[in-house]
């Protein structure tokens, strides 16, 4: 049973940082693609960076060059550290995995992943 458990968050002020784990079971870790995504109140879930089975990532702009995705394969653990942290990056944070080889074709797009993490909250003070 697939199972993606989140930790790390939290409260911090406006240019600080942060860390989220993603501890996965379940699955072969290194073989599917994984995302981390959030989602603010009343606001849609966004995408924000894809790890591709190769171990290549991918971000959207409005968090690239402040945040960066990092693993411990032998943990079967994803990381998303988080620099520079702005108010506007406060939302509830998840992380995904795809399980069906799509993610790769719209990594941003929640729909294309199967599992979820429990969400952990990031909240950022000016």
């Known amino acids: 049973q697939v199972h993606l458990v989140q930790s790390g968050g939290g409260s911090v002020q406006a240019g600080g940082s942060l860390r989220l784990s993603c501890a996965a079971s379940?699955?072969?870790?290194?073989?599917?693609?994984m995302g981390w995504f959030r989602q603010a109140p009343g606001k849609e879930r966004e995408g924000i960076a894809g790890r591709e089975r190769d171990g290549s990532t991918t971000y959207a702009g409005s968090v690239k060059g402040r945040f960066a995705i990092s693993e411990d394969a032998d943990l079967s653990t994803l990381y998303l550290e988080m620099n520079d942290l702005k108010p506007e990056d406060t939302a509830m944070y998840y992380c995904?995995?795809?399980?069906?080889?799509?993610?790769?074709?719209?990594?941003?797009?929640?729909?294309?992943?199967?599992?979820w993490g429990q969400g952990t909250q990031v909240t950022v003070a000016s």
């Open positions: 379940g699955y072969r870790y290194n073989r599917y693609y």
């Open positions: 995904a995995v795809d399980l069906g080889f799509r993610a790769f074709l719209r990594p941003f797009s929640p729909s294309e992943y199967e599992y």
